[in-house]
């Protein structure tokens, strides 16, 4: 099959892509490398250096044909989105409109897209299955969220199908451990260099943490399957931030203690996902374990910190 991915520079765009390429599919990379690395995208993938507002992506849809687009280009951090929701819209949604325009254009046969559990905003109940109302906390999440409602529109209107696949916390290799998100790369990058971190409010906090080798197969199984679905991705697991730091501390063999900083505006207190849905669609559950997720994240950002040599 011939998969598009925008984003693929990105942290899970390119795991997808990689995922795409084992099961031996054909895949082209779109990516402005605004947050993405070129070093991130497998050497057997197209690379195509372009924003998606960029007027060349037809020339990319008429050559190279693609069957399945696979969504992940977005600007990704929550409180950007806060002091710039104008610009979080366009880098979300009206690039999103952008590429689907696309996709109509060239007879694209379904859309993955990578949307977020943020949608739900604070839960009122645990674990939070698909219907559970939607209350975006941020413009990020609006954002998110308004695509859905564009792809519900672009399937009943011109028969493009989709999967939403709802992502909890993604973690693994290649997350940016500079940017304001990505608990895990932030925390294991300072430990790793002999550093405290700061846990933003008391910690008690909680969140789903998804390996992205566990999301970037449920994108692989959404080629086929979950026709107009809206999945929830993630492990059903509860962790709370300070666990997270001590399990973190203890794989980097840490004894930096944690900073406490003011609570972050926009995020949610508590999180666990209920993904039945995702299992009886897609027959696909989450299978890497928290603490061995984290021991494959460490060593990956251990043996960047060495270096090459
Ligand atoms: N990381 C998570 O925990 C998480 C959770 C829920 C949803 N998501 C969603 O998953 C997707 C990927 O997130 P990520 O964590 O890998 O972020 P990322 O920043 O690593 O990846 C985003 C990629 O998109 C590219 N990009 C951004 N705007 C672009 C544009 N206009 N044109 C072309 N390329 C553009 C960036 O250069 C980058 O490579 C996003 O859509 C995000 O909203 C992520």
């Not at 559990?117 to 999440?141: I, K, N, R, W």
Request: glycine share 8%.
């Amino acid at each position: 099959m011939r998969i598009l991915i925008s984003g693929g520079a990105g942290f899970i765009g390119s795991h997808v892509a990689d995922a795409c390429l084992e099961a031996g599919h054909r895949v082209a990379v779109v990516d402005s490398l605004r947050t993405g690395r070129r070093e991130n995208i497998p050497a057997a993938a197209a690379f195509h250096s372009l924003d998606l507002f960029s007027p060349e992506l037809a020339e990319v849809f008429r050559t190279f044909r693609p069957e399945v687009v696979c969504h992940h280009a977005a600007q990704v951090q929550v409180g950007y989105s806060l002091e710039h929701p104008e610009e979080d819209a366009t880098q979300n949604l009206l690039s999103s409109v952008r590429l689907l325009e696309h996709c109509r254009a060239a007879g694209v046969r379904k859309v993955l897209y990578a949307s977020t559990v943020g949608v739900y905003g604070e839960p009122q109940t645990l674990p939070v299955a698909e219907d559970h109302p939607v209350d975006p906390l941020s413009p990020y999440a609006a954002s998110k969220h308004a695509v859905e409602h564009y792809l519900r529109l672009y399937r009943v209107n011109w028969g493009l199908d989709y999967t939403v696949l709802r992502y909890a916390n993604v973690y693994g290799p290649r997350q940016d451990p500079h940017g304001e998100a990505g608990v895990v790369a932030i925390f294991t990058r300072r430990l790793l260099a002999g550093e405290s971190a700061v846990i933003h409010g008391a910690g008690e906090q909680t969140r789903d943490f998804v390996h992205v080798e566990d999301v970037a197969r449920a994108n692989l199984l959404s080629l086929e399957r979950g026709s107009a679905a809206v999945l929830n991705v993630g492990t059903g697991v509860e962790t709370s931030v300070t666990r997270l730091y001590a399990l973190l501390a203890e794989l980097t063999g840490s004894a930096a203690a944690a900073l406490h900083g003011p609570a972050k505006a926009g995020e949610i207190f508590r999180i666990r996902l209920d993904c039945r849905h995702a299992e009886k669609s897609l027959g696909w559950r989450a299978t890497v374990p928290l603490a061995e997720g984290l021991r494959r994240t460490v060593e990956f950002f251990r043996r960047q910190a060495d270096g090459p040599g």
